[in-house]
């Protein structure tokens, strides 16, 4: 498989984290360039969760010079999704089982196999770098008692599917899904890809929990609007929510 144009490679043996490498790299950057660490010894989820990282499984960080509002640069963990579904497509041969899981989730047959985590690295009238964290269970998968109650049951690739995946081979596939996307979405804004990412939604017109730290909405997931929120349609009407954790 062939390694996208303009984007750097740099794989490294052991990391605290590839989002706080990228972090210490971004400045000397002269391009966007993925990072990937085969291990990682301090590794964190959303809303600084940890993030179990057992050998054989990926964890890689793009590191991005975007030039949009901070709103728009947010999008992309919408493009990184696609990204993610196409790369598994590529190195297993098969879409069945894959959903998207909003925000930022991959499922493959209902269970979590993939994580997304969007990091601004400085501020320049803007977001000077974007890090765009990537988990993915390849090998294996965290123990129940590694998430949080109520949460997904975390799956492996190799468990699921039975095709056994390097982190290099998923690196190569997810760059090169990567560009592709990013590619669409610079050129023609978010409006395919959201259209792409609903047609891959998991739980799309059922009944879903979306949780913040203070409130909980419980409604029919009926869309993502233009501005990537998660749009709600319960008793008291519809609710735009920016960000939350699902449940369902």
């Given at each position: 498989m062939s390694w996208p144009a303009g984007?750097?490679?740099?794989?490294?043996a052991e990391v605290d984290s590839t989002n706080a490498e990228a972090?210490?790299?971004a400045g000397s950057l002269a391009g966007p360039e993925w990072i990937l660490a085969l291990r990682q010894n301090a590794a964190r989820g959303r809303r600084g969760r940890p993030?179990?990282?057992?050998?054989?499984?990926?964890s890689g960080t793009l590191v991005l010079m975007p030039t949009e509002p901070p709103a728009v640069v947010a999008l992309r963990s919408f493009v990184a999704s696609l990204a993610l579904f196409d790369a598994f497509?590529?190195?297993?041969?098969?879409?069945?089982?894959?959903s998207l899981k909003?925000?930022?989730?991959?499922?493959?047959n209902g269970g979590k196999v993939a994580g997304i985590l969007l990091e601004s690295l400085g501020q320049r009238a803007g977001v000077a770098h974007l890090a765009i964290g990537i988990g993915i269970n390849l090998a294996e998968a965290p123990g129940a008692g590694e998430v949080e109650p109520g949460a997904l049951r975390p799956v492996s690739l190799l468990s699921e599917v039975g095709v056994r995946v390097t982190p290099e081979e998923m690196l190569d596939a997810l760059a090169t899904a990567y560009a592709a996307h990013e590619a669409r979405f610079v050129t023609y804004g978010f409006a395919p890809i959201r259209e792409a990412w609903l047609a891959r939604a998991a739980r799309l017109g059922e009944v879903i929990t979306a949780r913040t730290g203070t409130a909980e909405t419980t409604g029919t997931f009926e869309t993502v609007d233009a501005a990537g929120n998660l749009v709600l349609k319960t008793?008291?009407?519809?609710?735009a929510i920016a960000a939350a954790d699902v449940f369902f």
């Amino acid at each position: 498989m062939s390694w996208p144009a303009g984007y750097g490679r740099r794989v490294l043996a052991e990391v605290d984290s590839t989002n706080a490498e990228a972090a210490r790299l971004a400045g000397s950057l002269a391009g966007p360039e993925w990072i990937l660490a085969l291990r990682q010894n301090a590794a964190r989820g959303r809303r600084g969760r940890p993030w179990a990282n057992p050998a054989g499984n990926f964890s890689g960080t793009l590191v991005l010079m975007p030039t949009e509002p901070p709103a728009v640069v947010a999008l992309r963990s919408f493009v990184a999704s696609l990204a993610l579904f196409d790369a598994f497509v590529a190195v297993t041969g098969r879409a069945a089982g894959l959903s998207l899981k909003w925000p930022n989730d991959v499922l493959l047959n209902g269970g979590k196999v993939a994580g997304i985590l969007l990091e601004s690295l400085g501020q320049r009238a803007g977001v000077a770098h974007l890090a765009i964290g990537i988990g993915i269970n390849l090998a294996e998968a965290p123990g129940a008692g590694e998430v949080e109650p109520g949460a997904l049951r975390p799956v492996s690739l190799l468990s699921e599917v039975g095709v056994r995946v390097t982190p290099e081979e998923m690196l190569d596939a997810l760059a090169t899904a990567y560009a592709a996307h990013e590619a669409r979405f610079v050129t023609y804004g978010f409006a395919p890809i959201r259209e792409a990412w609903l047609a891959r939604a998991a739980r799309l017109g059922e009944v879903i929990t979306a949780r913040t730290g203070t409130a909980e909405t419980t409604g029919t997931f009926e869309t993502v609007d233009a501005a990537g929120n998660l749009v709600l349609k319960t008793p008291g009407g519809r609710q735009a929510i920016a960000a939350a954790d699902v449940f369902f």
